[in-house]
């Protein structure tokens, strides 16, 4: 089937680069009448896109583009720009904007350490509660890969104030987020992958488990999974099989409202190792739990039991601050969720609007501040539907046309370098990495991807070979073809849009 595939697509690029220059150059479409021939650049690169759009394989499917002239503001193409699609991973374009603006590019989680005791002779007698931000984090990725570097530089700190031991619990409040930590519209079957975890005020890991994978040394055996951190709240199962054939067949499911993680399938000797990160329920257990660990590790006994409160309860101006925790600033958290399309840095952040702009910590107050802002900057209501912060949701609409006026409006504001900063490159980063290699669009095109099955987005802004700005929008859902076809369709078209 791969192979069929991949045939079908190269025999598309290889009509296309037989054909174009025959109908741009030529005209030759028709043996009655005289023949008009495209006498301008934007002209050839019409007919070029039209001729990509007029693909059979791509007939059934619903397609919107938009290209515009940022040194002009004349549209250069438009198709269905005002039609709704699911946008899928495109919807990150519009809460990493409203965060920038919003929040500001300087904008820290700043997450509390507090005690409601006091400390004597090395004792700290009474409860260490972590007030949680929303920070999306802490983990190992800001970190020089140590997901611990953050809960041992607490534990520096609390050594500094002269704590040895905590007589009392350890305390996470969670209360800055409300609502479900999962979104309307996700699928039940997602839940345990990484791209599907719940969104809580006290994350830790992007609230997953890393489990390594190596294969056994005996072919039929299970292979050896490890699981970092370990929880005592998180069982695996194993009913794998290493193999000697090349295909990989290994899966794995969480078990419904717990912690039960199975894995299943066939894994390849001669792969080496892989890892796979699991979506956790409960997520801001294992946080605490970690932390309490990673205290025991460093000289810091808790005597006491993990307590997660999920309401607001306590009064922190009467409480004794220990000291503050700081996550990087907001254009570096935009980086990741923009260029390796990270879902629960996306919706971490729809959130957080909520809680800041609106008091509610959810993903409906999120959602309709985001609505609001982008009402304020020309955004028209009926061409924008949104229930999260990523796009995994397909309860989530929007027309080429908002996304092209989001665009336009952040090119000519002062946050534009660090959103512009925040995209992936073609052929050199993030998910736009491996498109668009050894091609004229390398390099020139910095557009967000979006991706969930059978919808398939690419926008944001081309340099092109004459140096002026493009923005550019494309949205292509409910296509039967592979997503491979698309991504070359796609890029194919951006050739076209660099040369305008």
């Known amino acids: 089937m791969f192979n069929h595939e991949v045939t079908q697509v190269k025999r598309f690029y290889y009509l296309f680069i037989i054909l174009i220059p025959f109908v741009v150059n030529t005209g030759c479409v028709s043996v009655k009448g005289p023949v008009k021939i495209p006498e301008t650049t934007e002209q050839k690169r019409i007919i070029a896109i039209d001729f990509l759009l007029n693909d059979p394989n791509i007939q059934n499917a619903l397609v919107g583009i938009y290209v515009e002239s940022l040194k002009d503001g004349r549209v250069l193409y438009h198709r269905n720009e005002h039609r709704l699609f699911v946008p899928a991973s495109n919807m990150k374009l519009f809460t990493t904007a409203a965060a920038l603006v919003n929040l500001g590019p300087d904008y820290r989680y700043q997450t509390g350490i507090y005690t409601n005791g006091n400390v004597k002779k090395g004792v700290l007698s009474g409860d260490l509660i972590v007030r949680g931000s929303g920070d999306p984090t802490i983990s190992g990725r800001f970190y020089n890969d140590d997901k611990y570097a953050v809960f041992k530089a607490w534990a520096d700190s609390l050594k500094q104030l002269g704590i040895k031991e905590i007589n009392g619990n350890l305390v996470g ?109 409960n997520p801001s257990m294992m946080f605490l739990q970690v932390l309490k660990d990673v205290l025991s590790a460093n000289g810091i006994s808790v005597s006491g039991r993990l307590q997660l409160i999920e309401q607001p309860g306590f009064e922190y101006q009467k409480l004794h601050r220990l000291f503050y925790h700081f996550s990087p600033p907001l254009r570096e958290i ?109 390099g020139r095109i910095h557009a967000k991807t979006g991706y969930v099955k059978h919808m398939r987005s690419l926008s944001g802004y081309a340099i092109g070979t004459n140096n002026q700005t493009y923005l550019f929008v494309m949205m292509m859902n409910n296509y039967s073809v592979p997503v491979r076809y698309i991504n070359l369709l796609q890029d194919r078209i951006c050739e076209q849009i660099v040369q305008f």
Not at 334 to 363: C, P, Q, W
Not at 410 to 423: I, N, Q, V
Request: proline letters at 5%; glycine letters at 8%; a negative charge.
């Open 173 to 281: 409040d969670n209360s800055f987020f409300d609502g479900p930590t999962l979104a309307e519209g996700w699928n039940w079957d997602d839940e345990q992958y990484w791209y599907s975890a719940h969104v809580t005020a006290l994350a830790y890991n992007d609230n997953c488990v890393d489990v390594t994978i190596t294969p056994a040394e005996q072919p039929g055996n299970p292979v050896n999974l490890t699981v970092d951190p370990k929880l005592p709240f998180v069982t695996l199962v194993n009913q794998t099989r290493t193999v000697t054939d090349s295909i990989n067949t290994l899966d794995f499911t969480r078990s419904p409202g717990g912690n039960v993680i199975t894995f299943f399938g066939d894994f390849p000797k001669q792969k080496k190792q892989d890892k796979e990160s699991v979506a956790l329920q």
């Open 334 to 442: 935009v980086r990741v969720v923009n260029k390796i399309s990270h879902n629960f840095y996306a919706d971490m952040l729809l959130k957080t609007l909520g809680a800041t702009f609106k008091r509610e910590g959810s993903f409906v107050a999120g959602a309709q501040f985001v609505r609001e802002w982008l009402q304020s900057i020309g955004v028209s209501p009926n061409e924008f539907i949104n229930v999260d912060g990523s796009g995994l949701s397909r309860k989530n609409f929007v027309a080429p046309n908002a996304t092209a006026t989001l665009l336009r409006w952040m090119y000519h504001s002062k946050y534009f370098e660090d959103y512009f900063d925040s995209l992936p490159v073609a052929g050199k980063d993030g998910s736009m990495g491996d498109r668009m290699k050894g091609t004229l669009a390398e």
